[in-house]
């Protein structure tokens, strides 16, 4: 569960062992009688009947190593991404992109909470995580979104760890999808996109920890980190699930 993932000082493998075990416990047959309609397949390797399957999850969790990093252009003093955007890790953060399933959405938490589990304890060793602490996802590219996929993820490990979640950063303008993007075009396509909203926040908040889905160049970390700066808090750090260009980040542990 995310409590255990977050508080715990065990190493990933044995959590992965813990989460494989635990991440298909939710029940899927209130969806069986649509599958005869609309036939599900799993987003990982195709199998029919699931969303996603407990192969690939055993997979994913087997190759995905949470890593530190140093954040783009030094906008929040720590970093952390699950791995690079490629194999199951790209294909399950699509899934969840493309609409909520249970099967991917559980395992994405799982690794969400667990890189909240790495940042934790230098920002604390910093103190830097001191509460109130507000876990912010980048807003996606559409002007009025009737989903936010980071935040479906980002609600439940940040009520483990008595974080504020909700509309802390939100779009200021309109901008069209970074995907297809060079790193020049990706800056001006994000440039003052981003506004924070403190007074939707709690009283005495400080530290914002800003979430993505993927680190490419860093642009919209960037600009995310601009944002809340403007709106006098603290970005503490930045986390995305997959990072899709290794070179460009730079590893610390």
């Known amino acids: 569960?995310?409590?255990?993932?977050i508080h715990s000082h065990h190493s990933w493998p044995s959590l992965c062992r813990a989460i494989h075990v635990t991440v298909f416990d939710m029940s899927i047959r209130r969806q069986s009688?649509?599958?005869?309609?609309?036939?599900?397949?799993?987003?990982?390797?195709?199998?029919?009947?699931?969303?996603?399957?407990?192969?690939?999850?055993?997979?994913?969790?087997?190759?995905?190593?949470?890593?530190?990093?140093?954040?783009?252009?030094?906008?929040?003093?720590?970093?952390?991404?699950?791995?690079?955007?490629?194999?199951?890790?790209?294909?399950?953060?699509?899934?969840?992109?493309?609409?909520?399933?249970p099967g991917v959405r559980t395992v994405l938490i799982a690794l969400l909470a667990y890189l909240v589990a790495l940042i934790r304890p230098p920002l604390v060793a910093r103190g830097l995580w001191r509460p109130p602490l507000a876990m912010a996802p980048v807003p996606p590219s559409g002007w009025h979104p009737s989903?936010?996929?980071m935040a479906e993820l980002a609600a439940p490990v940040a009520r483990e760890c008595a974080a504020y979640t909700g509309p802390l950063l939100r779009?200021?303008?309109?901008?069209?999808?970074q995907k297809g993007l060079g790193a020049a075009a990706r800056a001006s396509n994000v440039r003052h996109a981003f506004r924070?909203?403190?007074?939707?926040?709690p009283p005495?908040?400080?530290?914002?920890?800003?979430?993505?889905?993927?680190?490419?160049t860093g642009a919209s970390m960037v600009e995310a980190a601009r944002a809340v700066r403007e709106a006098g808090l603290l970005p503490v750090a930045v986390v995305a699930l997959a990072r899709a260009d290794v070179g460009a980040q730079s590893p610390l542990g």
């Open 171 to 177: 779009a200021a303008r309109r901008r069209r999808p």
């Open 204 to 216: 005495g908040l400080l530290g914002v920890v800003i979430i993505d889905d993927v680190i490419t």
């Open 196 to 201: 924070a909203d403190p007074s939707r926040a």
């Open 33 to 101: 009688w649509l599958d005869a309609v609309l036939p599900r397949s799993c987003g990982g390797c195709g199998r029919p009947g699931v969303d996603w399957c407990r192969a690939c999850t055993q997979a994913l969790l087997c190759l995905t190593r949470p890593t530190l990093i140093a954040p783009p252009n030094s906008c929040a003093p720590l970093g952390a991404v699950a791995g690079p955007h490629e194999g199951l890790l790209r294909r399950a953060v699509l899934t969840h992109k493309r609409g909520p399933t």
């Open 147 to 149: 989903r936010v996929p």
């Open 1 to 5: 569960s995310c409590p255990d993932v």
